[in-house]
C-alpha cells in the first residue's frame, strides 16, 4: 500500500457522503475544540496516572477533552505510548466506558503519524487482541467492538506492519465481524466505524483476504435477528467501495480490482443482503469511473463494469418477480431493496439500458420517492382512527427522507433509461406515469376535502411532495415529446401522447408553482397536435370528470372543479399564443 492521506479520516468521509439531516451519535462530546492548554493538561494527567497507576473520573475527562479536538490534536508515538501502556496495565482498573476512547486515540495516531515506530505499531496488535477478548455490557461491548474493528483496519494498512501481524488484525478483525456483528449494528451509530474498519482492511490486504472480508461485511445484515438495513447504511457501502476501488486504480493494481468486483458480482447468488449487494456493485461502478483507460485496461474495466450492472439487473429481476412486477410491493425488505436500487444509479453513473432497471426506476418513483397515493388510501382508510397526526409524523419523515431528497437525481436517471428504451418499454412507463397523474388528482381532491378545517397542516406537506411530483411528471413529459414527435413515429402514436400529456399535466397542474421551460414546450407542442385533429380534440374532452365523478357521496362539491375550467381554457390559451 502507498503512503496513507494523512489527516483523512475514513468514518468521516461515509458519513459526509450521506444526505442525511438528524445527528450521528459519537463517542466525541458536542463541545468545541479545546485550547492548546487543556489539550496539554489532558495528556499531563494522563502521564500522571501511568505513574500513579490509578484512574480516577478527571482522566475520564481528560480523554474526552482530548477526543473533543480529534481534528486539531497531535497523537505523536510518545503519546501514543502513554495510552498503550494505560489500557496493559495489569495494575490499573479502567472504568469499561474509558476503552472505546484508547481505541479511538490510537486510531488518530494512526491516521495523523507520518512515520508510527514499528515497534509500538508491532505492540499494538497483542494488545487489542487481549482488549477485545474482554467482555462488557452490552452497549459498551458494541462500542469497543465496533472501535476494534475501525483501529484493527488502520493498524492493518500501515505499512511498517509486519506480514505476521496484519494477519492477525485481518483475522481477528473477520472474527469480530462475524460474531458481534449483531450487537454492533443495532447501534446506529456505529455503523461508520464498523465500514471504514472494513475498507481500511480491503485496501490493505490482498486478494486471499477478499472473499472473507466482504463476506463478513455482507453478513452484518444478513444473520437471523439482525437489524434490517437503512438507506445511509447502503449509501456508506457504496462509497466505501468506491473509496476502496478507486485507491486501487490510483495504484494501479487492476487485478485487485477485478477481483474484488468479480466477488461482488458473485455475491447476489448467495445468501447475503441483496440491498448490500447493490450497493457495493454501484460503488464500484463509481469507482471505475475514476480509473485511467487506455490500453488493455479499457477492456478489463469495461468488461467488470458489464458484470457489475448484470448484477444489479439479476437483483432488479428477481425484485420484480418477487413481487408481480411491483403488484405486491407490500413486504418491507422488498419495498426497502427497491429504494436501493434506485439511489444506486443516482451514485453511480452512467448505466446502460437495461429493462428491469426501467422499471425499478418508474416503480421507485411512483411508489417511494411520491408515494401519494399510499398516504392517500391510508388516510381516507382511517378516517375514524384519527391518523392525520400520525400522517403528519410519516408525511414530515418522508419530506427529510434521503430519497425524497433525491427525487430530482432519480428522475433525470429515469429519463436517460427512458430515452434509450425500445418503443414497447417506453409504452410501459408511459402509460403507469399518465396513470398516476389521475390518480393523484383524484386522490389529493378527496383529502383536501376530508382534511378541511382539522389537517391542514398535514394537507400543506403533502403539496410539498405533490409539488415536486409536478416537477418529475414535467420533466419526464418533455423528454417524451422531444423522443416522440418525431418523423420516425407514427402520426397516431404522437395524438395518442398528446392528449396522455394534456391529460396528465391538467391533473398536475393545480400544483404548479413555478414558471418551467419544460412545461411551456410540452404544451405547446401537444396543444398544436391536439388542435390539429378532431378525434384528437374529442378523446381531450373526453376525459374531463363529469359532476357527479366531482361530487362525493355525501353532496360536497370538490374545491379544485377549477379543473374543467383549466381544460376548457388549455386550447383556447395556446391557439392564442399563449405560452403560459
Known sequence: MSKQVQNFFLEDWLKSNISINKSTKTLEPTSSSSSA???????????????????????????QTLLSSQTSINVA????????????????????ESHPFFLKLLY????????????????TVPILTNLLSTKFSAEIHSSIVSHGVLLLGAISSVPVLSENSKRVCLELLCKLLGEECRNMVSFEEFVPEVLAGIGYALISSEIAYFSKILGCMFGIWGKEGSPSGLLCHGLM?????????????????????????QEISRTHMSNSVLFAVVMAAAGALRGLNKAPLYGTRAEIVHQIRISLEE????????????????????????RFLLQCISLSFVRSGPLSFRPPLLSCLISALLIEVFPLRSFYTRILDSLHENFAQLGLNEVKEHLDSILFKEAGAITRVFCNQYISADEENKAMVENLMWRYCQ????????????????GMELFADLEKITESSFLMVVVFASVVTKNRFTSAICRETQLEVSVNVLVSFSCVEYFRRIRLPEYTD????????????????????????????????DGMICSYSHFQAFQLGFLARNSRGTSE
Open 311 to 334: 448484477c444489479i439487473e439479476a437483483v432488479a429481476r428477481d425484485l420484480i418477480s418477487k413481487t408481480g412486477n411491483f403488484c405486491n410491493l407490500i413486504e418491507p425488505n422488498n
Open 37 to 63: 492548554r487543556a489539550i496539554i493538561q489532558s495528556w499531563a494527567n494522563l502521564r500522571n496516572s501511568l505513574q500513579n497507576q490509578t484512574f480516577q473520573t478527571h482522566h475520564l475527562q481528560s480523554l
Open 108 to 123: 488518530i495516531w494512526l491516521r495523523k503519524s507520518s512515520k508510527p515506530s514499528p515497534s509500538l505499531v508491532e505492540s
Open 237 to 261: 457501502i457504496l462509497h466505501l467501495i468506491e473509496w476502496v476501488v478507486s485507491g486501487f486504480a490510483n495504484i494501479h493494481s487492476f487485478q485487485k480490482i477485478e477481483f474484488l468486483c
Open 77 to 96: 508515538d510518545p503519546q501514543a505510548k502513554i495510552l498503550l501502556s494505560l489500557i496493559s496495565s495489569p495494575n490499573l482498573s479502567l472504568p469499561p
Open 522 to 553: 410540452a404544451i405547446r407542442g401537444v396543444a398544436k397536435n391536439v388542435q390539429e385533429n378532431d378525434s384528437a380534440c374529442v378523446s381531450f374532452i373526453e376525459s374531463m370528470p363529469s359532476y357527479a365523478e366531482l361530487t362525493n357521496s
Open 439 to 454: 390518480d393523484i388528482y383524484s386522490g389529493h381532491r378527496q383529502i383536501a376535502l376530508v382534511l378541511q378545517g382539522g
